[in-house]
């Protein structure tokens, strides 16, 4: 495993060790594969020697290797099927969410039982309820010492074997909550609490035989001390802890592309045809080289990523990034691992066909990728804003007669109509297909924005502006109308052309 600069002497250590336990384990790992069985025994050894609390603090049995020493476990156990996946949700079920939310009590309890390694799984998705996890239906109603907790969850990993269960369920109806997202909470709940059944396994495209079912909470009776922060703090917790969770997700998927050029690489040395090994043919060179290009950015961004969460960061954007691009190029990978391969790729005698199906499960699961671009636009945009201010082309140059970029001087004039329909013009004759924003008039003028919002509905009387609105009915955005150009300026005012432009072509 190739490491980083910045991982610690323990965490190259750590890198060294679990790299050599699963060259021990990969044969009973494909038996277990072959025989279509959870991987038990396996995941009981990697308890046993500490894997499962890489992430935790040492007073509770843990190592304190962070989430990049959990990603580091978790990139090297999906080199083998079925066991990353497990893994992966295990250190999700109230792992991060103790960490940050959790009391003293609570740590106390449940940590070391994590370290020795109680598999546990994370229920957000219901019937009705998959990207929008703010509309989760699952009702939890305070009764004395305890909470009643009802509702489906669906798509749950490690469904069955897991023992515990971070849940996330409704606790106020109240609308003014659920508009500051303090409708939420969650909670640990266990299997064999009374009411709390496994309904259903699904037979999915991917992930192996780590069972993936739908769980039933019927009157579930949950002591009040297994609530994991305040009440209303569940949207939060879910919120950080999908953050941890694609980051975690996303070392999985490296794990998988490093497979997408171990067994093709291998295989194309002894693969002979036309007299040659398919590992001279350029063409076949090209696609790897792409897989490892690949390979490297998903991995610097998925460890760039767990170091600034490990540095108190929230990391969202970049979690959503690494999320993504690791899933997405996954699939790609994978698609041509096995034309790399060609037949002997189709047949589950070589791993890239599992790997394939995997990928496309993993730009669902975490999130979709879609999803994943929404919060990369908002969040990432918010991020970068001061970076990427544009200093607006709003004075046209007397010598060239073009827009050029103008750093306002900072003094501002009094606002009135004539004043305004003269910056409309000169916008216009800047940047022609744009409206202006309220900012851009505020730069110009001293107005606030009540008597500048009577100033535009005036003009907009008059004909005079065109008004763009947001979804609140807000004034966002204004232009001038061709007969506000009119009134501005003589039409010659509005005229350019470039120098090699022919004088005899003008009209």
């Known amino acids: 495993m190739e490491k980083f600069p910045w991982w610690t002497d323990a965490q190259v250590k750590l890198a060294d060790e679990v790299e050599s336990f699963i060259d021990e384990i990969r044969p009973e790992a494909e038996r277990a594969w072959y025989n279509q069985e959870y991987p038990r025994n396996i995941m009981e050894e990697a308890a046993k020697r500490g894997f499962m609390a890489v992430d935790l603090p040492k007073k509770y049995g843990g190592t304190e290797h962070g989430l990049t020493g959990a990603c580091i476990v978790c990139e090297t156990f999906n080199r083998v099927p ?249 699939f790609e990978s994978s698609a041509e691992a096995i034309q790399l391969i060609g037949g002997d790729g189709l047949t589950k005698f070589y791993p890239v066909e599992w790997i394939m199906r995997d990928a496309k499960v993993h730009q669902i699961t975490m999130g979709t990728n879609e999803i994943m671009r929404s919060i990369i636009y908002r969040a990432g945009l918010s991020e970068i804003k001061e970076d990427i201010k544009v200093v607006h082309k709003r004075v046209i140059d007397d010598e060239l007669g073009v827009p050029i970029s103008t750093v306002r001087s900072g003094s501002k004039s009094q606002i009135d109509e004539d004043k305004l329909l003269k910056l409309l013009a000169n916008d216009y004759r800047a940047n022609p297909g744009l409206h202006m924003s309220r900012a851009d008039i505020k730069e110009d003028f001293d107005v606030e924005d009540g008597k500048l919002d009577d100033l535009l509905l005036s003009l907009e009387g008059e004909g005079l502006v065109d008004l763009y609105k947001d979804r609140k009915g807000r004034i966002s955005l204004v232009k001038a109308t061709y007969p506000a150009l009119q009134k501005a300026n003589p039409l010659e005012y509005y005229r350019w052309f470039p120098a090699w432009y022919k004088e005899e072509d003008k009209f």
């Open 82 to 330: 079925s066991l990353g996946i497990s893994y992966l949700v295990t250190m999700l079920g109230g792992n991060h969410q103790l960490h940050l939310y959790g009391t003293e009590e609570q740590r106390a309890k449940w940590m070391p039982m994590m370290a020795k390694g109680q598999l546990a799984g994370v229920c957000i998705t219901e019937p009705f309820v998959g990207s929008d996890a703010a509309a989760t239906a699952t009702t939890a109603v305070k009764e004395g010492d305890h909470y009643v907790i009802n509702g489906k969850k669906r798509f749950i990993t490690n469904a069955g074997v897991a023992e515990r269960y971070m849940v996330y369920a409704r606790t106020s109806e109240d609308p003014n909550d659920r508009k500051k997202y303090k409708h939420l909470s969650a909670f640990i709940v266990t299997k064999g609490m009374p009411g709390f059944t496994l309904e259903k396994i699904n037979d999915l495209i991917g992930i192996g035989y780590t069972p993936n079912g739908a769980l039933s909470l019927d009157d579930v009776e949950v002591p009040l001390e297994n609530m994991v922060g305040k009440v209303g703090d569940g949207w939060i917790a879910m919120m950080s802890g999908l953050n941890y969770e694609r980051t975690l997700g996303a070392s999985m998927l490296v794990g998988m592309q490093r497979e997408c050029i171990s067994y093709p690489v291998w295989y194309m040395e002894r693969r002979v045809q036309f007299g040659a090994l398919t590992s001279e043919r350029q063409t076949n060179q090209f696609k790897m080289a792409n897989i490892i290009a690949k390979l490297k950015l998903a991995r610097l961004m998925l460890y760039h990523t767990a170091h600034i969460i490990d540095s108190g960061e929230e990391g969202a954007t970049e979690s959503a990034i690494s999320k993504s691009y690791a899933s997405d190029t996954l």
